[in-house]
């Protein structure tokens, strides 16, 4: 009997391992090659919407600016405990004037993306322990309180 238990768990633990990493796929798949086919002052609003699909971010200030994102993670090897690793990260700037035209795209990816470095420091903030507005407030605060100055102190 504790055979059958022992084959039947190592039959399950090697039948759920994978030897192909797991790759999350977000955005427009093959963004880059998509790219390629959008000619400046050639291609139109719909046309950019039929080869990519409907765009991450769109914003509309004098012309129609459209994002489009396509991003790849997988999970690094099996002693870095599940940590993930960014494949591909790339944006796609499309803008189009107000009468549809596509005047300029912009193509960024993984390797002309900026580091952005953050600063750990922090500010310290000096408090006094009892400044003059606090001082003022708390008395007004015991003289709304106790008008007339009986109330009996602890």
């Known amino acids: 009997m504790k055979k059958i238990f022992i084959y039947l768990t190592l039959y399950i633990i090697i039948t759920n391992c994978n030897i192909k990493k797991n790759i999350d796929h977000h955005g427009v798949h093959l963004l880059e090659k998509k790219n390629k086919l959008l000619l400046v002052g050639q291609s139109n609003k719909n046309d950019v919407i039929k080869i990519l699909g409907p765009p991450s971010v769109q914003s509309t200030f004098d012309n129609d600016v459209l994002f489009f994102i396509e991003r790849k993670i997988t999970t690094k090897s099996l002693f ?31 390797n002309e993306m900026n580091d952005i470095k953050i600063i750990k420091k922090t500010t310290d903030v000096d408090y006094q322990k009892s400044s003059f507005v606090s ?20």
């Open 135 to 154: 001082d003022f407030l708390s008395s007004m605060r015991q003289k709304v309180n106790d008008p007339l100055g009986k109330r009996k102190r602890d």
């Open 80 to 110: 870095k405990l599940g940590d993930r690793k960014i494949i591909v990260n790339n944006v796609l700037v499309v803008e189009v004037d107000n009468r549809g035209l596509l005047i300029n795209k912009d193509f960024y990816d993984l």
